[in-house]
């Protein structure tokens, strides 16, 4: 059997043990002979790293491990590299996320003016990791969590489209996994039709392998508790703030009653209620830099200072099991079903074919093989042309360093009221990112 060699781009982030312990765990059905990771903050990444050397030595000493900043080394010699950086960490999340609010407006990582923001930071560096992939091993796959993954997979559709990268999200798993506990079923026993953009698409169908329906029961819990069952509190320690995200998805699907929404709804449905249970001096970002960051970091941290890795200091989610499993589709060509982040070519047959769309896809040697979803009603359709536009204005707007374009970008997004307010904002966008985005005239 074929051992792998596998490179985590942004080996300092939250997510990496998660996903190291996956691969661990994994190594009967999907063998490594090397793991690296690879990071641009050499500071950040060693705790990390040290902390899974230190389990890898334990659990797989087998596998040759390292960590470097080099994208050479990092780079040369890998068969996937799984992607999940975050341009400008979380200090600029905290920009993306307070600056918005500052103007009354929805202040997420992902959706509007702050999801717009990240893109524009986000592009120049995974199309580096695209380039050192290609200089150093050609024939490797990246498979990137990086966000925000619309606008990321737009700018790959564009500026790289014969890359080898399969942009992907950790939303519908999760959402998958919730709706097996509603239906007393395992995740691997549904099979779904979807169709959408990243964080903006619906369900349409969620059938057992045997054929059973359980859309009808889905829709039924949903629209009264929203996705929110006692299991997932209890077994994920989900923090408040998801919690009642996924509650919010009863408003939502109230909207369109005959399919199940993805939670990103709730800002272009209800922004100003979204606005209204927002702190704007305490945001998504403080509360994962003071939770998520601290408990990962903290774990790490005593893993070095004790020398030995007990065995539960980490988790192992939904979102390392959904890479792994992708990793694994394509290095044994299983078909496996999953929902990947691919160009349209009408799969969504009513939609823009170059739009760049999440639906189920069969994926194998060659990638993810969109499945058709046939013809979308005239209100998603409605909702996804104005977000798509959003998005490739965004791309536009920084290949060409063009401010009007940007300008129009945050004017049509639903999660902003005006073009005034849509100036106010960027021109602040502006100033907080000149470090990164390039200069737009
Ligand atoms: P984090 O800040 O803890 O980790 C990101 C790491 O990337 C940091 O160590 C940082 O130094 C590194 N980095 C930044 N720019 C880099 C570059 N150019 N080259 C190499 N390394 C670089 O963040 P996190 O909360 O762990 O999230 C990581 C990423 O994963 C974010 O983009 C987040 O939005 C994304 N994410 C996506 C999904 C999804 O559904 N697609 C799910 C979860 C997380
Ligand atoms: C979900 C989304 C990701 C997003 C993450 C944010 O998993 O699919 O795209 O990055 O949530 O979570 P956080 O806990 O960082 O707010
Ligand atoms: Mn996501």
Request: with cysteine.
């Amino acid at each position: 059997m074929k051992e792998f060699s596998v490179v985590i781009a942004g080996g300092g982030s939250t997510y990496t043990p998660g996903i190291v312990m996956m691969l661990m765990d994994s190594l009967d059905r999907f063998p490594i002979r090397s793991l690296k990771l690879y990071d641009n903050d050499p500071e950040r990444q060693k705790i990390i790293a040290e902390a899974v050397g230190i389990a890898l030595k334990k659990k797989a000493p087998q596998v040759a491990f390292s960590y470097t900043t080099d994208p050479a080394v990092a780079f040369t010699d890998v068969d996937f590299c799984m992607a999940h950086i975050r341009s400008g960490g979380y200090p600029m999340r905290e920009k993306d996320e307070k600056i918005p609010l500052q103007h009354g407006v929805v202040g997420q990582e992902t959706c509007g003016p702050g999801g717009i923001a990240y893109g524009l930071r986000s592009i120049p560096d995974i199309m580096q990791l695209i380039d050192y992939m290609e200089q150093y091993s050609p024939n490797c796959w990246m498979l990137n969590y990086s966000n925000p993954a619309s606008i990321v997979a737009e700018a790959c559709r564009v500026l790289r489209p014969h890359a080898r990268i399969i942009n992907i999200c950790d939303m519908p798993v999760g959402t998958l996994r919730r709706m097996s506990y509603i239906v007393g079923k395992t995740p691997k026993e549904l099979d779904v039709r979807y169709y959408g953009l990243n964080h903006f698409g619906w369900w349409t169908s969620v059938k057992g392998k045997d054929g059973t329906d359980y859309t009808p029961q889905l829709i039924d819990y949903v629209s009264k508790n929203g996705y929110l069952t006692q299991k997932a509190i209890e077994t994920q320690h989900m923090d408040e703030s998801w919690q009642a995200t996924h509650k919010k998805a009863a408003d939502l699907l109230a909207v369109t009653p005959d399919c199940l929404p993805n939670t990103y709804l709730k800002y272009y449905l209800y922004p100003d209620y979204v606005v209204e249970h927002s702190d704007p001096n305490y945001t998504r970002a403080n509360e994962v830099i003071n939770g998520r960051e601290k408990k990962v970091f903290g774990a790490a941290r005593s893993i070095i200072a004790a020398g030995e890795f007990k065995g539960d200091e980490f988790e192992i989610d939904n979102h390392a099991s959904f890479i792994v499993d992708l990793a694994r589709a394509i290095a044994y060509n299983t078909h496996e079903r999953m929902l990947c982040i691919v160009e349209n070519k009408g799969a969504i047959e009513n939609f823009d074919p170059h739009a760049m769309v999440e639906v189920p896809c069969l994926v194998g040697n060659d990638g993810p093989e969109p499945m058709c979803q046939g013809e979308i009603p005239t209100f998603q359709l409605g909702m996804m042309q104005q977000q798509v536009a959003v998005e490739k204005l965004v791309v536009q707007a920084y290949c060409e360093h063009s401010y009007q374009k940007l300008w129009q970008a945050l004017t049509l997004s639903k999660t902003v009221p005006s073009a005034k307010v849509a100036k106010e904002i960027l021109d602040d966008l502006i100033e907080a990112n000149k470090d990164y985005w390039p200069e737009l005239h």
